[in-house]
Each structure stands twice: as structure tokens, then as C-alpha cells.
């Protein structure tokens, strides 16, 4: 499985980006995605993620409400809308995706993309 991210760049305080991150398969094993960032210097932190079945989300506290992620299953495709975006926000992102809702909301799952960078100034 491949995942191919998109939509990363500069952008400044308060502005907002939408990364996607299409899938080369539909089928079980990308049922349920997510994004991951990670800073220069810091830990890889979980983002958020969107279960295949129901479509319930999950979001960090530190993108909580500012953050939207959706998913269109019949493109394979993830979505982050990020909104009044800081600096703090500045890192690369990666999509993730794992047949098991458990593997991608408590350990590291099993497909990723290769990254795309946001950077806030």
C-alpha cells in the first residue's frame, strides 16, 4: 500500500492548508487513516485519525478545534483541513494508515506516506 500526501507549504499565522493523502488501495488494510507531524528536535505526535467504520475521529488536544479530518472512501482519500494555523504547527506531516483501529490510535501504524512539510511563520 502507498500513500501519497499533498497540499503542504508556507503559510502564515492565522492562514490554513488542506492536506491529502490519497491511498493505492481501498480495501481493509487503509480502512482506517490518520496524520502523524513531527517538529525538528521534537517527538513524531499523533495528529489525528478517522476510523473506517463510523468514521469517528480522533484529535490531539494541541489541534483540537482547529483541525478537521475526513475521509472519502471511495477515493482512498484522508483530509486534513488545518485552520488558524501557528507556528507551533510547523512540521512535517505524514498520512498514515492501518487496517486495525487500535494499531493507529495506540502504536505505530502500518503504512506511511512519505511526508509533505507545513510551515507557519
Known amino acids: 500500500v502507498q500513500l501519497v500526501e499533498s497540499g503542504g507549504g508556507s503559510v502564515q499565522a492565522g492562514g490554513s492548508l488542506r492536506l491529502s493523502c490519497t491511498a493505492s488501495?481501498?480495501?481493509?488494510?487503509?480502512?482506517?487513516m490518520g496524520w502523524f507531524r513531527q517538529a525538528l528536535g521534537k517527538e513524531r505526535e499523533k495528529v489525528a485519525v478517522?476510523?473506517?467504520?463510523?468514521?469517528?475521529?480522533y484529535y490531539a488536544d494541541s489541534v483540537k478545534g482547529r483541525f478537521t479530518i475526513s475521509q472519502d472512501n471511495a477515493k482512498a482519500t484522508v483530509y486534513l483541513q488545518m485552520d488558524s494555523l501557528t507556528p507551533e504547527d510547523t512540521a512535517m506531516y505524514y498520512c498514515?494508515?492501518?487496517?486495525?483501529?487500535?494499531?493507529?490510535?495506540?502504536?505505530?501504524?502500518?503504512?506511511w506516506g512519505q511526508g509533505t512539510q507545513v510551515t507557519v511563520s
Open positions: 498514515v494508515a492501518d487496517p486495525s483501529p487500535y494499531t493507529i490510535r495506540f502504536a505505530s501504524p502500518r503504512y
Open positions: 488501495s481501498s480495501e481493509y488494510s487503509t480502512k482506517n
Open positions: 478517522v476510523y473506517g467504520i463510523g468514521g469517528t475521529t
